[in-house]
């Protein structure tokens, strides 16, 4: 996968490709201007990409089974936010970061971490933190400590093993997160 986005006096664009890496050729591509994206990641786990908007903030997704040939991106992500806020130009989305560990995906915004998982529901009912489009279901969850909520800006996201590594502006320590050792 290859992605750049730029921005100029028209807005901001960008463009995301898939490779074969045997043959050298591009298989799918999809260009942006309405809602491009501040970052993306993949999951193979779960066979998506995700990307959270420039514009918005919100995260998105697209099957990478279901990839139709054109990549209009109007048809292809589906928000797991708040539709209403992809053309508010805002640029709420700017500086946020997406990763993906295992079967989740780890979204910052501002000195948050939203965390996605998707869900397997046998009925339908579901909350204001689910989304249900595209024929996938993902669930947020907001992480750390109610008292640690919209502190300083989260810079970077990484991963290693079972630890989480994150950091802030102006701030000169690392945060490290450990998942639980026991398996659920």
């Given at each position: 996968m290859a992605a750049g986005s730029?921005?100029?006096?028209?807005?901001?664009a960008g463009n995301v490709r898939l490779w074969d890496?045997?043959?050298?050729?591009?298989?799918?591509e999809?260009?942006?201007?309405?809602?491009?994206?501040?970052?993306?990641a993949v999951s193979?786990?779960?066979?998506?990409?995700f990307k959270v908007g420039v514009n918005s903030g919100e995260a998105f997704y697209i099957d990478l089974r279901n990839l139709s040939s054109g990549g209009n991106a109007s048809n292809t992500w589906v928000c797991l936010g708040d539709k209403?806020?992809?053309?508010?130009?805002?640029?709420?989305?700017i500086g946020c970061?997406?990763?993906?560990?295992?079967?989740?995906?780890?979204?910052?915004?501002?000195?948050?971490?939203?965390?996605?998982?998707?869900?397997?529901?046998?009925?339908?009912?579901?909350?204001?933190?689910?989304?249900?489009?595209?024929?996938?279901?993902f669930k947020k969850n907001l992480m750390g400590r109610v008292q640690d909520m919209g502190g300083a800006k989260i810079n970077n996201l990484a991963f290693g093993g079972s630890r989480m590594f994150l950091t802030r502006r102006d701030h000169h320590s690392v945060e490290?997160?450990?998942?639980?050792?026991?398996?659920?």
């Open positions: 730029h921005s100029g006096p028209s807005g901001v890496v045997r043959s050298g050729n591009v298989v799918w999809i260009q942006e201007k309405v809602d491009c994206f501040a970052d993306v193979d786990p779960l066979s998506v990409m209403r806020k992809v053309t508010n130009g805002k640029k709420e989305g970061k997406v990763e993906t560990q295992g079967n989740q995906v780890f979204c910052t915004k501002g000195g948050d971490v939203e965390l996605w998982s998707e869900v397997v529901m046998g009925n339908k009912k579901v909350g204001e933190s689910v989304s249900v489009e595209g024929g996938r279901i490290v997160w450990q998942s639980s050792s026991r398996e659920l």
